[in-house]
């Protein structure tokens, strides 16, 4: 069964960072792309980055490019998302995707991680 639990999440304040993980199991993880999708309240699944399996390739909405960072720890099965300079449109609820770009959006998700960030 794929799980992919995220965690990390919380309330900051505009200019702060986080640092977002991901753990996978139940399935090959170094043999798949992997991906952070977001969703806002109201609005629908937007994807933010992937990463390919090898971590040698990335890929970034215009949105987040130069303030977000996309890892993967294959030994670990742990996939990761910096988070520097957050805006108040970043707050979402963040999660943990498989697959590359836009389809991993019909892809298998974690349960999510809230990230808020607010004065």
């Known amino acids: 069964e794929v799980q992919l639990v995220e965690s990390g999440g919380g309330l900051v304040q505009p200019g702060e960072s986080l640092n977002l993980s991901c753990a996978a199991s139940?399935?090959?993880?170094?043999?798949?792309?992997m991906s952070w999708v977001r969703q806002a309240p109201g609005k629908g699944a937007e994807w933010v980055t992937s990463i390919s399996p090898d971590g040698g390739t990335t890929k970034y909405t215009d949105s987040v490019k130069g303030r977000c960072s996309i890892s993967r720890d294959n030994a670990e099965n742990t996939l990761y998302l910096q988070m520097n300079s957050l805006k108040p449109e970043d707050t979402a609820v963040y999660y943990c995707a498989r697959g590359w770009g836009t389809s991993a959006i019909r892809g298998y998700w974690g349960q999510g991680t809230q990230v808020t960030v607010s004065s």
């Open positions: 139940g399935f090959g993880f170094s043999d798949y792309a």
